[in-house]
């Protein structure tokens, strides 16, 4: 890893070091039903970062003991292709996408109706092909969206995205620069239609000013993530649509 | 230790039937003849972190290759090759009963095979991967992971990495004695990989023989050759696999089989690639 | 009277989180909807559907599993062998048992292999018994029809899209026997067994099949997959000899 200054982050218009204003989120894509195999897949992308999610399930849970008999068991895994940045990563799993793995699962575990599968078990897997930032959002999202093309029941959507302190300056959907060099990364998501927190997570410092300033912020930038989404599902059934 | 597996595709009696009165009239049941592979798509480049990279579908079978380059040292007793790696994973998106882990015997078998193909046919030319000699050297991590299992996925893995290889270009590299420099953002015209290989699978099912099964008829399959082949038709690696038993009249009918189905793949490759 | 407020119209697509009516209804039980208070909200993408009397439905367009239901009839795939009867795969999010002696119509003898009458592999057309949230679907065959699948060719669909497949009073699963003169007999957890003259007629009508999963939110479908048919095969086929067994 080479010692490098740290480059500025806000450059004198205002921009960011991609070019994008200070509340601007990347493009984003996302594409359904991509494997055959799986019941529902996604792959999710915000400007370079990807990932593909496979769900299977609700199906019974063996070995009987582990099964809950109230509710479906999720399994979560996290996980970042060796190819996936930019120094190969080992595919052992590391700390932190166990650590992540968890998170994601809490969060997924808010939306989706467990109670109508006792004994059950869904499994989720995310699997990140191209890693700048933003990841563990990219993934949850990639999952919420699996979850829905599976049509396994869900209170809501989940829209999530991640906001930064880069140069003193609040920005929204941090890129690497910015994770690696800023002083705040805080991934928010949600359940938008229900305004529900699922997922928060706060690394690095800012005062009690500033959480709330980028509150406010990332609601502004899920309302429009969660528009993308839905308009991603209703898309399929378009080319059909009725007169 | 390796355990016999349990029956993770049940395939339906009446299904077997169909499949076997197809082929009484020289037709698969996805109407293929005998020696035809499914639909093949390549694309290059697919992941942009990647040195180099390759999407490639076979039928339902889909794989993900991508190639990193690392900086290592070189091995005592071959200071002047530089070192190939070649990793599959069988992930848990791929297939229902696949279970999240280090990769199983299945996963390494591939690896291995794959690995002998590119090493044994010296497709891959370990010497171009030289920096300095006896000090510096590239490493090839070749990581081949599947994402949807759709059978007949050792010919995928192999297509994927030669596509992957092919895509990668080293990067310039400014060696001063014993200082070297590598600017990563300037690539080199080199590949590590010079000639192409592929890898073709036979089955035998009853006394038919089939190029590229699909899941369905690798279920019920009694064994199968795969044969890897560079464009010659040089054999540069052969592997049995299933439990099943074979006569030495079908192994030969089995090479001239696969030899003829490699240039489906060679053509195909040539279509993305300057070969 | 409550204010009830409907906030999409008829037959529009709804998806996971969508505000679908607020108020006082008197709807019927659904995983396809849930509710806080007086919001209803869709939990699945669907097609949203108005009825008579403010019932409103959302019909999924997704979903590779069946909820099993009491009295369905069934497709099953045998998956395991044991003392006192099998294990049977039904697409379900649970496997379904059928007890030997719904089969034998007798005791299971002690020693006896019940391989010899269905094993791994076999098809069985089977109606749910029971299921509740407690324990697993229970399978009968004793009735017209049910029993083990000698023939044919299954096909298998979305459990979802099986309503489009039989059609409102069982009018696409007409037009579908009487253009191609094949049997079809429908199995609510989204197997189709089929058997037909020739394979020319098996692959029109699996071509129709697979167009009706893919538009089953459309209207006029009836008429476009009579319309196919008959393109591929050319005119009625009207075969005196064929069954039309639909089973619902």
Not at chain 1, 30 to 43: M, R, T
Not at chain 1, 136 to 152: E, K, Q, T
Not at chain 2, 100 to 129: M, Q, T
Not at chain 3, 228 to 248: F, M, Q, V, Y
Request: net charge negative; proline share 5%; aromatic share 6%.
């Amino acid at each position: 890893m080479m010692q490098v200054q740290k480059p500025r982050l806000i450059l004198e218009n205002g921009l960011r070091v991609d070019g994008r204003k200070p509340d601007e989120l990347r493009p984003i894509r996302i594409e359904l039903g991509v494997l055959k195999n799986a019941d529902g897949s996604a792959i999710f992308e915000m400007g370079n970062t990807k990932v593909i999610a496979a769900v299977y399930g609700p199906k019974e849970m063996h070995p009987r003991h582990l099964a809950l008999p109230d509710k479906a068991s999720l399994r979560v895994r996290y996980h970042m292709a060796p190819f996936s940045t930019d120094e190969r990563k080992n595919p052992a799993p590391s700390r932190r996408e166990i650590e992540l793995s968890k998170v994601i699962r809490e969060a997924l575990e808010a939306t989706v109706l467990v109670d109508l599968f006792p004994r059950t078990v869904i499994d989720v897997f995310m699997e990140v092909l191209q890693a700048d930032a933003g990841t563990r959002l990219v993934s949850l999202m990639a999952a919420s969206m699996a979850l829905a093309d599976a049509g396994i029941p869900m209170k809501d959507l989940i829209a999530g995205v991640a906001v930064g302190k880069a140069d003193g300056v609040l920005v929204l959907d941090i890129n690497e620069p910015e994770d690696m060099w800023g002083e705040a990364d805080m991934p928010v998501a949600m359940l938008p239609s229900l305004g529900q927190v699922v997922l928060l997570q706060l690394n690095g410092n800012m005062t009690p000013q500033e959480f709330r300033q980028a509150l406010d912020l990332v609601q502004k930038g899920i309302s429009i993530i969660y528009n993308i989404e839905k308009e991603a599902l209703r898309n399929r059934y378009a080319e059909y649509k009725e007169e | 230790m390796s355990v016999t597996p349990p029956n993770e595709n049940i395939v339906p009696l009446i299904k077997k039937d169909s499949i076997l009165a197809s082929l009484e009239r020289g037709v698969r049941i996805d109407g293929r003849k005998l020696g035809e592979y499914r639909p093949i798509s390549i694309t290059l480049g697919y992941i942009k972190k990647a040195e180099g990279s390759a999407l490639v579908k076979i039928g339902d079978t889909m794989v993900l290759a991508g190639v990193k380059l690392e900086e290592g040292e070189p091995f005592e007793d071959m200071p002047n090759q530089g070192n190939l790696i070649v990793n599959v994973e069988l992930l848990p998106l791929a297939y229902e009963t696949f279970e999240p882990g280090p990769p199983d015997e299945n996963a390494i078998e591939i690896a291995r095979v794959v690995d002998r193909s590119l090493r044994d046919s010296k497709a891959v030319d370990l010497s171009r991967l030289v920096i300095i000699p006896g000090k510096k050297v590239w490493n090839v991590w070749v990581d081949v992971y599947v994402f949807d299992y759709g059978g007949n996925v050792l010919d995928v893995c192999t297509l994927a990495s030669v596509a992957a290889l092919y895509n990668t270009r080293l990067p310039k590299v400014e060696v001063e004695g014993e200082n070297v420099k590598i600017i990563k953002e300037e690539k080199t015209d080199i590949t590590p990989i010079v000639q192409p290989v592929v890898t073709v699978t036979v089955g035998k099912i009853g006394k038919y023989l089939i190029v590229d099964p699909n899941i369905t008829e690798e279920s019920i399959l009694d064994a199968k050759v795969s044969f890897s082949y560079t464009r010659e038709g040089r054999i540069v690696g052969m592997q049995k696999g299933v439990n099943g038993s074979l006569t030495l009249q079908e192994i030969d009918a089995m090479e001239n089989l696969a030899r003829t189905a490699s240039q489906i793949l060679f053509d195909e490759l040539k279509k993305y690639i300057n070969l | 009277m409550s204010n009830t407020k409907i906030y999409f119209q008829d037959r529009s697509i709804v998806t996971p989180g969508d505000l679908i009516a607020e108020g006082d209804f008197q709807v019927p039980w659904s995983p396809y909807f849930y509710r806080i208070e007086n919001k209803y909200y869709a939990s699945v993408t669907g097609l949203f559907t108005i009825k008579e009397g403010n019932i409103f439905e959302v019909i999924p367009l997704e979903g590779p599993h069946y909820y099993p239901r009491v009295g369905d009839t069934v497709i099953g795939l045998i998956e395991d062998v044991e003392i006192y009867g099998w294990v049977v795969d039904i697409k379900s999010f649970y496997s379904a048992y059928l007890p030997a002696l719904s089969l034998l119509g007798r005791p299971v003898t002690p020693g006896e292999d019940l391989r010899r009458y269905l094993t791994i592999g076999d098809y069985v057309l089977a109606k749910v018994e029971t299921f509740d949230r407690t324990i697993n679907p229970i399978l009968t065959v004793k009735g017209k029809g049910l029993g083990r699948i000698a023939s044919g060719t299954v096909i298998d669909i979305s459990p979802v899209k099986v309503p489009r497949v039989i059609g409102k009073n069982k009018s696409m699963l007409e037009v579908l026997t009487s253009e191609t003169g094949c049997e079809v007999i429908v199995g609510q957890n989204g197997r189709i067994l089929i058997r037909c003259a020739s394979s020319a007629q098996e692959d029109a009508l699996t071509e129709a099949i697979n167009v009706i999963q893919a538009e089953s939110h459309t209207k006029g479908l009836t008429e476009r997959i009579r319309k196919l048919l008959r393109e591929k095969l050319g005119g009625s086929k009207n075969d005196a000899s064929a069954e039309t067994k639909a089973n619902t």
